[in-house]
């Protein structure tokens, strides 16, 4: 069974661009999750998506933004970069269903963002 | 602000030592996750514990769960250089399946 898949591993941009990154979750998952980790604040929660609706968001800027489609991929954008969104983005699928308990995260292995 | 805080944040051992993380909050969690992340990975799942007072094991790791629910303990017996990674403790869902993440563990076991 595949695992998540991010696209691309990293990225440069400028301070004021805009970034798209990409994630398929493994198949079947229909809950999709971004996560922020960064050496200081370590993981910090974005936003989750179930079945292309969003769930829940974090404590994070308009700036951050994300969408589901039907096969349950996910994109996420940051426009008007800023220095301080140098970071690890991790996204995460789960099988969970609404009204189920818990369910794993399953983690890509991230997209490394560096904004000069 | 973290609402989970682990202790210690850097671990530096020798192989075949014991080692004990931890991971404390002043918040109840309906449950706790422990993760590993090495270098250029995301964090894979170790373990999920439900109950207060749950105890598991996998292999040479033991996993407890605070009575309370507010706490965890991650204990390694006879550390290998395998078990070099960052350990991160994630307590929750909140709403949908958003978990909270601990500040991280990075372990490193020497030879």
């Known amino acids: 069974k595949a695992g998540v898949t991010q696209t691309p591993r990293y990225l440069i941009k400028t301070r004021g661009q805009q970034v798209t990154l990409s994630c398929s979750p493994i198949?079947?998952?229909?809950?999709v999750s971004w996560y922020q980790q960064t050496p200081g604040q370590g993981l910090q929660f974005l936003f989750e998506?179930?079945?292309?609706?969003?769930?829940n968001k974090g404590n994070f800027p308009g700036r951050f933004s994300g969408r589901q489609f039907s096969n349950s991929r996910s994109e996420m954008n940051v426009s008007t970069l800023e220095l301080g969104d140098s970071a690890l983005y991790l996204c995460?699928?789960?099988?969970?269903?609404?009204?189920?308990?818990?369910?794993?995260?399953?983690f890509g292995n991230g997209t490394r963002l560096t904004v000069t | 602000t973290q609402l989970l805080e682990q202790s210690p944040q850097f671990l530096s051992i020798q192989e075949g030592e014991n080692l004990t993380v931890y991971c404390n909050s002043s918040?109840?969690?309906?449950?706790l996750q422990w993760y590993r992340q090495e270098p250029g990975e995301g964090p894979v799942l170790l373990v999920t514990?439900?109950?207060?007072?749950e105890v598991k094991k996998l292999k040479r790791l033991t996993f407890q769960f605070g009575d309370a629910r507010k706490d965890s303990s991650l204990h390694i017996t006879a550390a290998q250089t395998g078990d070099t990674g960052l350990y991160l403790c994630?307590?929750?869902?909140?709403?949908?399946?958003?978990?909270?993440f601990g500040t991280g563990t990075s372990l490193t076991v020497i030879p």
């Open positions: 995460a699928s789960s099988s969970i269903f609404p009204g189920q308990g818990s369910a794993p995260l399953h």
């Open positions: 198949s079947g998952h229909r809950s």
């Open positions: 998506y179930f079945s292309e609706t969003q769930r």
């Open positions: 918040s109840v969690f309906s449950s």
């Open positions: 514990v439900v109950t207060g007072g």
């Open positions: 994630a307590g929750g869902p909140n709403t949908g399946n958003q978990f909270y």
